[in-house]
């Protein structure tokens, strides 16, 4: 926890500080949920209203930049408290893209909503629901000042990466064998994107959490399980192909 001063207004300020990052972390997972929901039940009007809800979440960046500008200009931190502050405007940014990257599956969702369902759709809200659970997590590794549970967070990025490479593999056999569902399913993979990069941004949170709590860097490489950019695709097998093969 944040050291405590002789000047009691110096801590009201950097608790002032740490509710409203929680706050945004707060908004930002339920942005996330919502939007899954607006996926799941093809919900063109809750997709709407998370668009709407994004400006709360910009407005508390906006209140966090603010509080630390006026913490830097009037108490010159040092050391702990330094590193707080930094850390503070690190984590805000990386929950502001999260929450633009949850608006980004609602608008596409509304989108997607004038196209006939597809199978794969239902993988969507499967990883919204794992990168959702990291978001939690790393919100209360935040609270707790807890690195070990930042640290798993920061190891779990991989499975969602391996789960954005699945979808990505289905996605594209999906597309060449029925064109039809090619609007839909590129719909399908900007939205599976976006929530890939949300695992990624809650991993730089668990990055700074680290650093914030320990006073260094994680020294191990960042685990990555995103194979997409190998996948080849292959053409479906058509009758003829299969009658003329040995």
């Known amino acids: ?35 899954m929901q607006a996926v799941s039940r093809r919900d063109g009007v ?44 690190k984590i805000a940014a990386d929950l502001e893209r999260i929450a633009d990257y949850a608006a980004n599956v609602a608008k596409r969702s509304i989108a997607l909503n004038q196209t006939p369902p597809v199978r794969p759709a239902f993988a969507i809200p499967r990883m919204g ?3 959702q659970a990291m978001i939690k997590d790393v919100l209360d590794a935040y609270v707790e000042r807890d690195a070990e549970r930042a640290v798993a967070v920061w190891r779990r990025d991989e499975e969602l990466d391996e789960m954005y490479t699945s979808l990505f593999r289905e996605l594209l056999t999906y597309m060449m064998e029925d064109p039809r ?58 009758a003829v192909q299969s009658m003329d093969a040995p």
Request: zero cysteines.
């Open 181 to 238: 569902s090619i609007g839909a399913a590129t719909h399908l993979l900007f939205m599976a994107k976006n929530v890939e990069r949300i695992g990624d941004h809650a991993t730089n949170i668990a990055e700074t959490i680290h650093f914030l709590v320990r006073g260094d860097r994680l020294r191990e490489l960042r685990p990555k399980g995103d194979r997409s950019t190998a996948v080849i695709p292959q053409p479906p097998v058509t």
């Open 1 to 35: 926890m944040p050291t405590k001063h002789t000047v009691r207004s110096y801590d009201e300020e950097l608790r002032r500080l740490a509710n409203t990052l929680t706050q945004m972390g707060g908004l930002a997972e339920s942005q996330l949920a919502a939007a």
């Open 129 to 131: 629901a794992y990168a």
């Open 46 to 89: 809750l997709a709407a209203e998370i668009v709407s809800a994004d400006l709360r979440v910009d407005q508390l960046e906006t209140e966090v930049d603010q509080q630390v500008m006026r913490l830097l200009a009037l108490r010159q931190p040092v050391g702990p408290d330094l590193r707080e502050i930094v850390s503070s405007l």
